[in-house]
């Protein structure tokens, strides 16, 4: 694989940094991951850390040289991590409830998918164009989505900061998953903080990343965002990678479409993704979400493992 990457971070105006970021590579395939720790809740810079350890630490520790279903792995790290900041919260004396969004992306032989939980952001460029990015998970991002504000007016909405989905909260986060993407080359994916596309719409964002050196482009993006808020200016974070190889021959493994999981689908999933498994004798509680303590207390590698080998019990032989 050729490619680019480079990540940054900024204070920005307030007291701490509560942004993380980080990436991790392997022979065929790097993963992003960028977290938000809420400001409004103790400990959102413990919440930010343990998302992005968790992804990239299970990451470079798979046994298997091909993740086979990467929505899967995305989704089931992202709900690890929130059962560690749960439980680090409770652990500590006096407790806390550290809380953050995120936005992961992992890209492996030629294919892009990505996975996003509150307001952090994963954006698409192609051509130095604007091409896709998530959809918040906000009160202005629906009302957006329903033609009720523009792009413009949801950076000066009163209630832009109202969060529907984060990790850490009490009730278990929705993730949404995007598509699984044929990466082309000159691609451009930026995972990043709200800090950054509350400054600079897209346009620019996609003006600063045309520069060669890719470390020098995204710093200077960054560096102009907090600029241009000045003592208004959040944290601001971002991962950056340049697609430089060529279109992929490899196949698809998933041909997956744009789509919302939680805990409980994670084994509806596993057990529809092939015709094969109806065959399969039902479970004794027909309810997906009644997963018992030792399946969430299961290290994140068992519990991909688990599903990975489920799935290979009906692949056709070869």
């Known amino acids: 694989m050729k490619y680019q990457i480079t990540q940054f971070s900024l204070r920005g105006a307030r007291r701490v940094n509560e942004d993380r970021v980080g990436y991790a590579e392997r022979d065929n395939a790097v993963i992003m991951a960028v977290a938000d720790g809420l400001g409004g809740h103790r400990g959102g810079e413990v919440a930010a850390e343990i998302l992005v350890q968790t992804l990239l630490h299970t990451f470079q520790t798979l046994r298997h040289p091909v993740v086979q279903r990467p929505s899967v792995f995305l989704a089931l790290g992202i709900l690890q991590a929130h059962h560690a900041i749960i439980t680090r919260g409770q652990d500590s004396q006096p407790p806390i409830e550290p809380r953050t969004t995120c936005v992961a992306c992992l890209v492996q032989n030629g294919y892009a998918y990505w996975a996003h939980v509150g307001d952090s952001r994963l954006y698409l460029f192609r051509q130095n164009r604007f091409l896709l990015r998530t959809q918040d998970h906000t009160t202005i991002e629906e009302l957006h989505q329903g033609g009720l504000l523009t792009e413009k007016e949801m950076l000066d909405h009163p209630q832009k900061s109202h969060l529907l989905n984060c990790l850490g909260a009490a009730i278990t986060p929705t993730i949404s998953m995007g598509e699984e993407t044929l990466l082309q080359p000159g691609d451009m994916l930026l995972a990043c903080t709200d800090g950054l596309w509350e400054a600079l719409a897209p346009e620019e964002i996609a003006h600063y990343l ?109």
């Open 210 to 318: 045309k520069a060669k050196a890719l470390d020098e482009a995204v710093e200077e993006m960054l560096l102009a965002a907090q600029k241009k808020k000045q003592q208004a200016c959040d944290n601001v974070s971002a991962v950056c990678l340049r697609w430089e190889d060529a279109i992929t021959k490899n196949p698809p493994l998933q041909g997956n479409a744009v789509a919302n999981i939680n805990e409980a689908m994670l084994r509806e999933e596993a057990r529809h993704h092939l015709p094969h498994v109806a065959k399969m004798p039902p479970r004794k509680s027909t309810v997906a979400s009644e997963e018992t303590a030792d399946d969430k207390n299961k290290p994140l590698e068992s519990r991909i493992q688990e599903i990975e080998d489920f799935l290979k019990k009906f692949e056709p032989k070869g």
